[in-house]
Nanobody, 127 residues
C-alpha cells in the first residue's frame, strides 16, 4: 500500500523558516515526479513546487521562487520543502503528491490529478 506522510508543519512568525518532509512508502519513488501543494482556508488547493525523479530539476510557483527549495533523498524515499522568509500568505495545509504516470522528467505536469497524496501538514505564519 502506497503512503505519503508529511511532517514538519507548525506555527511560526513571518520571516521564520520551516522544513517539511514527505516520507513515501509502498513502492520505489526514485523515478517518480513528486511535489508539494497547499490549500489556504476558503481557497482551492494550489501547486507550490515539484521535482524530477532524479532530483536534478525543480519547478516552483512564482510566489515562492527564491524562498522555497524542494529536494529529495531517493535512498530514503523522502522529499523535502525548505521554506524560508515565510509570509502570512504562505499559511495553509501543505500536501505532498506523487504521480508515477508521469515521465520522471515531466515535473511541470504535476497537478491535482496526481495519483498519490499525503494527509497534509498545517503551516501557520503569524504577522
Amino acid at each position: 500500500q502506497v503512503q505519503l506522510v508529511e511532517s514538519g508543519g507548525g506555527l511560526v512568525q513571518a520571516g521564520d523558516s520551516l522544513r517539511l518532509s514527505c516520507a513515501a512508502s509502498g513502492r520505489t519513488f526514485s523515478n517518480v515526479v513528486m511535489g508539494w501543494f497547499r490549500q489556504a482556508p476558503g481557497k482551492d488547493r494550489e501547486f507550490v513546487a515539484s521535482i524530477s525523479g532524479s532530483g536534478d530539476f525543480t519547478y516552483y510557483e512564482d510566489s515562492v521562487k527564491g524562498r522555497f527549495t524542494i529536494s529529495r533523498d531517493n535512498a530514503k524515499n523522502t522529499v523535502f520543502l525548505q521554506m524560508n522568509s515565510l509570509k502570512s500568505e504562505d499559511t495553509g495545509v501543505y500536501y505532498c503528491a506523487a504521480d508515477p504516470d508521469l515521465p520522471g522528467w515531466a515535473l511541470r505536469s504535476l497537478n491535482l490529478r496526481a495519483d498519490y497524496w499525503g494527509q497534509g501538514t498545517q503551516v501557520t505564519v503569524s504577522y
